[in-house]
């Protein structure tokens, strides 16, 4: 059962313009969403995350957008830049819980 | 920046032979996770521990994997009898605790010739 899902699989983008990245999630019990960017061989790196109290949170370039009822999320990546290339993965956990994750979003920024 | 330190970062194992791979957590971070990221990036939670003990695992951990944090040493994942469907990525991350930031470390990339 995939409780994480991400959308789109892959996506391209060109320099300075505005990534947005699309995850919903099935459990309603959910609370914490984290976000992870990964690079090939690497494993992968917080990069920015959301409690389900808030609907925005922001960090530079980085922001989630959370929508609780719908339970669907975002995060947009605004002034891509080509070392934004990456694989990004929408983690949902709550309680002592092992997060679980989404399939990612392979994002190729175009200089 | 994480400090989640793995070991070995790659291993190559025969079919039916045992793997292990070690992880230490960051400096004062009681719960240990273990995932396997295949191919396609799926990942897979396998158990996590806080502290010593185990707190959720997974079936196919209870069968052929076995893991274990003890303290004072490296927490370790082995794998009993190695098959080629374990190929993978395998992670390591620690935490706090509930729902807090999970920082994971550079992975076990394991190859089953």
């Known amino acids: 059962q995939q409780q994480v899902r991400q959308s789109p699989q892959s996506l391209t983008v060109w320099e300075g313009e505005t990534a947005i990245l699309n995850c919903s999630y099935e459990?309603?019990?959910?609370?914490?969403f984290p976000w992870y960017q990964q690079f090939p061989g690497e494993g992968p790196a917080l990069l920015i995350a959301?409690?389900?109290?808030?609907d925005k949170k922001e960090d530079g370039r980085f922001t989630i957008f959370f929508n609780k009822r719908e339970k669907k999320l975002s995060l947009h990546i605004t002034d891509s830049q080509p070392g934004d290339s990456a694989t990004y993965f929408c983690a949902a956990s709550n309680n002592n819980n092992a997060p679980r994750f989404g399939a990612g979003t392979k994002l190729s920024v175009k200089p | 920046n994480s400090k989640v330190i793995q070991t070995p970062r790659y291993l190559v194992k025969g079919q039916g032979q045992k793997a292990k791979m070690r992880c230490i957590p960051e400096?004062?971070?009681?719960?240990v996770f273990w995932y396997q990221q295949n191919k396609n990036n799926e990942f897979k939670f396998l158990i996590n521990f806080q502290n010593q003990e185990v707190l959720q695992q997974i079936d196919m951990t209870e069968k052929r994997f076995s893991a274990e944090c003890p303290s004072n040493s490296p927490c370790s994942l082995e794998i009993q009898s190695s098959e080629a469907g374990d190929s993978a990525l395998y992670l390591c991350?620690?935490?706090?605790?509930?729902?807090?930031?999970?920082?994971f470390g550079k992975g076990t990339r394991l190859t089953v010739v």
């Open positions: 959301i409690r389900s109290v808030s």
């Open positions: 991350a620690s935490s706090l605790g509930e729902n807090t930031e999970v920082f």
């Open positions: 400096k004062g971070h009681p719960v």
């Open positions: 459990n309603s019990a959910f609370d914490y």
